[in-house]
Nanobody
């Protein structure tokens, strides 16, 4: 089992920045690819970004490309999502996820509980 705990959410004005963190425990962190997802009220959960086991490869949803940056520190068992130039449409609960496989935008095995991000206009 992998336990994941998100933090760093909050309320921010449009154009502002936030950094989310995802702390992992339970298994060897570097054995897992990681991802960020989000779910806005009344909408399905959607993929945001993913990072490979060592952090050398990343990919993003088109809606956040150029504004968000995913990274990880395997020594700290932690993944991050730096979010810049936030827009009201970024408002959602953000979830981190882990899976042994890399390259998918769905089907992750382990999930955190989520952290709320609210962007005011």
């Amino acid at each position: 089992q992998v336990q994941l705990v998100e933090s760093g959410g909050g309320l921010v004005q449009a154009g502002g920045s936030l950094t989310l963190s995802c702390a992992a425990s339970g298994r060897t962190f570097s054995n897992y690819a990681m991802g960020w997802f989000r779910q806005a009220p009344g909408k399905e959960r959607e993929f945001v970004a993913a990072i490979s086991w060592g952090g050398g490869s990343t990919y993003y949803a088109d809606s956040v490309k150029g504004r968000f940056t995913i990274s990880r520190d395997n020594a700290k068992n932690t993944m991050y999502l730096q979010m810049n130039n936030l827009k009201p449409e970024d408002t959602a609960v953000y979830y981190c996820a882990a899976d042994r496989n890399y390259g998918s935008t769905r089907g992750y095995a382990y999930w955190g509980q989520g952290t709320q991000v609210t962007v005011s206009s």
